[in-house]
């Protein structure tokens, strides 16, 4: 560690595994509601809300953790204010803590969700940003203090690198994109038009952006690669996923409602999207293949594993089902939620979970410590994901012949799926679960025991 303020991010990394243990424990707990809907007191539709939300957080408040180690270290100097940042850390934990205690208590008294100067107090009951209004301007003051500190700390150094500049750009357009989740419409149409530009450009764009600038730094990092080559494909790589990216938005207008004509942009773009993910993964192993020096071989190895599975996860289960000639049987279907688990898994969780363990060691002050029990946690992980993928995936291939073929209802072909698939589900769940917990005592452990022989 160069700088004291880089320690910051150790508040943010904690905040974020403890949360992905969270969100994995109520995922379970959704599982086995599959089969045993009465499972548990909260009922599926909670549960649900707190496995998304959980993992949205989680996963942000990494990003914010790597972002504080990040800008010091390109900007070569302290963050512009040490106060802010930790204020800034409290304040979006109280926040959160909030909403989650809210969430809980509308799952158990769910008439507690009133009607407050126009807005529900407890769940806008907007899937996947759910958060009361008061929470919506709590979290925009949160990011908005966490952009002007790190742009305050660029400015002050007059050192602008393009992996700084880029990942600025990049928790730019996240924060501006959340905005439009707090307009409403009287026209359903409408109101999902600009749901989705939350939704899909938080995940597809800015949150893809971001990833690039962070695997450009990692790879730079453990491999000593040269600056100059790095930035160069990660330009390369940021300008498609912002071309196809935003444009491949269109593939969920399709059914909303929408002109046709985003039949054929969603369809063309979604179709590219792949294409710079594949270029991240090629980048890696084009950085590693050229560097054999490398300092942190867990670090490394995270990240190139982010850039296969972001490829496989968001590209490949991506792409098999937002043709139109295809969606229009998968929409909705466990298909997407396969595409959901597997490239959130790969684009994102590995992301920053190799951003830990190349810069915790760093934090902690040692350069050489024991990751056994990081790759065991990789592997449980790992395999476990792929299989629920499979498991979901096949469920997902049932459903849809069962209803856009057979045309049975929704509700006869939930009673009438094969249990087993929710079975596997399960059992694949807690040996990810098992993968979570091995992660969290690495955590609080790497740098702190001797480094394996």
């Known amino acids: 560690m160069r700088y004291e303020s880089q320690k910051i991010a150790m508040n943010f990394y904690t905040f974020a595994v403890l949360l992905f243990l969270v969100q994995v424990v109520v995922g379970i707990i959704a599982a086995i509601q599959f089969i045993w809907p009465d499972f548990f007191i909260l009922n599926f539709n909670t549960i649900r809300t707190l496995h998304i939300n959980a993992l949205v957080v989680w996963l942000l408040s990494g990003m914010m953790g790597a972002t504080y180690f990040v800008v010091p270290e390109e900007s070569q100097s302290e963050l512009w204010s040490i106060p802010l940042a930790k204020f800034q850390f409290w304040a979006t934990v109280v926040a959160i803590t909030g909403v989650v205690l809210g969430y809980i208590w509308m799952g158990i008294d769910p008439q507690a969700n009133k009607l407050v100067l126009g807005t529900r107090l407890l769940n806008e009951g907007r899937e996947y940003i759910e958060a009361p209004r008061w929470a919506d301007w709590l979290i925009a003051i949160s990011v908005i203090l966490f952009l002007v500190n790190n742009f305050m700390t660029?400015?002050?150094s007059k050192k602008w690198t393009g992996i700084q500049g880029t990942l600025l750009g990049g928790l730019t357009m996240l924060a501006l994109m959340y905005l439009p989740g707090m307009v409403y419409t009287k026209s359903m149409v409408k109101d999902q038009f600009w749901w989705w530009w939350?939704?899909?450009?938080?995940?597809?764009?800015?949150?893809?952006?971001?990833?690039?600038a962070l695997l450009a730094f990692m790879l730079m990092k453990v491999t000593n690669a040269k600056r100059e080559v790095l930035e160069k494909w990660m330009y390369i790589e940021v300008g498609l996923v912002l071309f196809t990216g935003i444009l491949g938005t269109g593939h969920h207008y399709y059914w909303i409602g929408t002109p046709r004509y985003w039949l054929w942009v969603g369809g063309i773009f979604s179709s590219l999207e792949p294409v710079p993910l594949l270029l991240m993964v090629w980048d890696a192993f084009r950085t590693t293949r050229e560097h054999r020096v490398v300092s942190n071989k867990i670090g490394l190895f995270l990240a190139t594993a982010h850039a296969i599975f972001n490829f496989v996860g968001a590209g490949l289960w991506g792409v098999i089902h937002t043709l139109p000639q295809v969606n229009q049987w998968t929409h909705g279907t466990q298909i997407t939620t396969a595409h959901g688990h597997l490239a959130f898994y790969g684009a994102y969780v590995l992301l920053?979970?190799?951003?830990?363990?190349?810069?915790?060691?760093?934090i902690r002050g040692k350069t050489e410590f024991n990751m056994s029990r990081g790759?065991?946690?990789?592997?449980?992980?790992?395999?476990?994901?792929?299989?629920?993928v499979l498991t979901i995936t096949g469920a997902g291939m049932v459903q849809t012949y069962m209803e856009r073929l057979l045309g049975l209802d929704y509700v006869s072909v939930k009673a009438t799926y094969n249990l087993w698939f929710w079975v596997f589900r399960a059992i694949f769940g807690v040996g990810f679960l098992y993968g979570v917990v091995l992660l969290v005592i690495d955590f609080f452990k790497i740098g702190k025991e001797p480094a394996s022989a």
């Open 352 to 362: 920053v979970v190799s951003m830990m363990y190349i810069t915790v060691p760093l």
């Open 198 to 212: 939350v939704v899909h450009l938080w995940v597809e764009g800015a949150w893809e952006i971001i990833a690039g």
């Open 154 to 156: 660029m400015y002050k």
């Open 375 to 388: 790759y065991r946690s990789f592997w449980w992980m790992t395999i476990s994901m792929v299989f629920i």
